[in-house]
């Protein structure tokens, strides 16, 4: 009963070369109002000051922030790492921070206490896009998890509502807390994912199997930077490859475990379609366009050629 009324949760920390923001984040689990935690500081190969940042913190506070790094200070992705941090942890529940994003105060104890409230597997709240760390000028906004708000969901509802198999706006890996018990039953972070859609592959299994509770609160901030895996992908043009990996990964998944209902298979089969069927794709979605695109320019042009003859 005492861990029920006073759950410890275990803050998984990845970092890699976070030199100029890791300090903030540890700062911001020092400053929560929930104290029963321990932060798992877990160093993936950087070669900047962070390893030395992280090291001071866990000499400071023994027992409650710990270092860890892999063997010969090797580079093995996020996935390997978040697993590192969970096999290393003591909480019956886990709550992931990245090295660049920080909490508000009361983030811990709010969602800890939607938890016991719910009764749920995992708990999600909205999430602060922040973009003002860096431009004062720019604007930041929450952006909510993309289906109603403060509800429970049962498995698979929000793998039929939720990107990647639909439009709603998936939850960020700074804004939940999950019962250790689930994540340890589902296989944990899948390991081929060492940066992008390792996130994804972890949500599905708990979608798949879990109650979860879905939130409006807004205690946590995902910094925007230029420099960020996702956008990283998105400029270098490996988006695409890297959605298509993570989709046939998921057409493994979901043919190899129970709850994927009909429909949710008639989506999946939507969404795999043009990296199954390129060609065909092209055909049927992009030619169509630019041909579209090619009669409007036509258009356009014989309207301002008629103009010109009318001055």
């Known amino acids: 009963m005492g861990s029920e009324l006073n759950p410890k949760v275990s803050v998984i920390t990845c970092f890699l070369n976070l030199e100029p923001f890791l300090e903030e984040a540890i700062q911001s689990v020092l400053q929560q109002t929930w104290q029963n935690w321990e932060l798992l500081l877990i160093d993936d190969g950087s070669t900047d000051n962070s390893s030395q940042i992280a090291n001071k913190y866990s000499t400071e506070f023994p027992g409650k ?61 909205a999430t602060l896009y922040w973009h003002s760390w860096e431009d004062p000028t ?84 995902y910094r925007q930077r230029k420099t960020s895996l996702v956008n990283y992908s998105v400029t270098h043009g490996l988006y695409e490859k890297q959605r298509g990996f993570f989709l046939r990964w998921m057409e493994i998944y979901l043919s190899s475990n129970d709850g994927a209902t009909e429909d949710i298979i008639k989506l999946f089969d939507k969404a795999i379609f043009p990296y199954r069927y390129p060609a065909i794709h092209f055909i049927g979605t992009t030619v169509p366009k630019k041909l579209k695109n090619f009669s409007l320019r036509r258009q356009l042009q014989k309207i301002k050629q008629k103009v010109s003859k009318l001055f």
């Not at 063997?71 to 590192?84: D, E, I, M, V």
């Not at 969970?86 to 800890?112: C, H, K, Q, R, T």
């Not at 039929?160 to 999950?178: A, H, K, M, N, Q």
């Not at 879905?214 to 946590?220: A, F, R, V």
Request: charged fraction near 20%; proline fraction near 4%; aromatic fraction near 12%.
């Open 65 to 125: 922030i710990i270092y860890k790094d892999h063997q010969g200070h090797k580079n093995h992705g996020l996935s390997f790492s978040r697993n590192t941090g969970i096999s290393y942890s003591s909480g019956n529940l886990l709550a992931f921070l990245d090295g660049d994003d920080v909490w508000m105060p009361i983030f811990l104890e709010n969602i800890i206490n939607c938890w016991k409230e719910k009764q749920v597997a995992m708990v999600c709240e």
């Open 138 to 221: 720019k604007k930041d906004y929450k952006l909510e998890v993309g289906v109603p708000q403060n509800a429970v969901y049962s498995h698979p509802e929000l793998l039929r509502r939720l990107y990647p198999l639909s439009t709603g706006t998936s939850p960020c890996i700074c804004s939940l807390i999950v019962e250790k018990r689930a994540v340890l039953q589902y296989g944990c972070f899948e390991l081929p994912f060492r940066g992008m859609y390792e996130d994804q592959a972890f949500h599905i299994k708990l979608y798949l199997h879990e109650r979860i509770y879905i939130s409006s609160d807004c205690n946590n901030k």
